[in-house]
Nanobody, 121 residues
Framework: QVQVVESGGGLVQAGGSLRLSCAASGSIVSINVMGWYRQVPGNRRELVAAITSGGTTNYADSVKGRFTISRDSAKNAVYLQMNSLKPEDTAVYYC???????????????WGQGTQVTVYS
């Protein structure tokens, strides 16, 4: 009933930039928090940045000042502008959205399939 799809990953040299996009679709009543997480094999998935429906943002300390999260509520979309990328930013990036759907009581977290970001030095 709900799909969350990311795009925009790729290979970039250190110091470069990438922009990730994510859009949710389906029987959506409302979306509260949307966010980006990342995971390196063998490590836990970690929060990179999140944004509420009211526009409040939260960032991991490691990306503050380099990454910017934004949202287009009309499109059920969230974006992550990543600047000054470092090799340690290499990971699979996942989009997450806390969604209330038409047939459910309550809000559930939906995940995208992930997009690879590789930063080389």
């Amino acid at each position: 009933q709900v799909q969350v799809v990311e795009s925009g990953g790729g290979l970039v040299q250190a110091g470069g930039s990438l922009r990730l996009s994510c859009a949710a679709s389906g029987s959506i009543v409302s979306i509260n928090v949307m966010g980006w997480y990342r995971q390196v094999p063998g490590n836990r998935r970690e929060l990179v940045a999140a944004i509420t429906s009211g526009g409040t943002t939260n960032y991991a300390d490691s990306v503050k000042g380099r990454f910017t999260i934004s949202r287009d509520s009309a499109k059920n979309a969230v974006y992550l502008q990543m600047n000054s990328l470092k090799p340690e930013d290499t990971a699979v990036y996942y989009c997450a959205a806390d969604i209330t759907i038409a047939s459910a009581s309550g809000t559930f977290r939906y995940w995208g399939q992930g997009t690879q970001v590789t930063v080389y030095s």
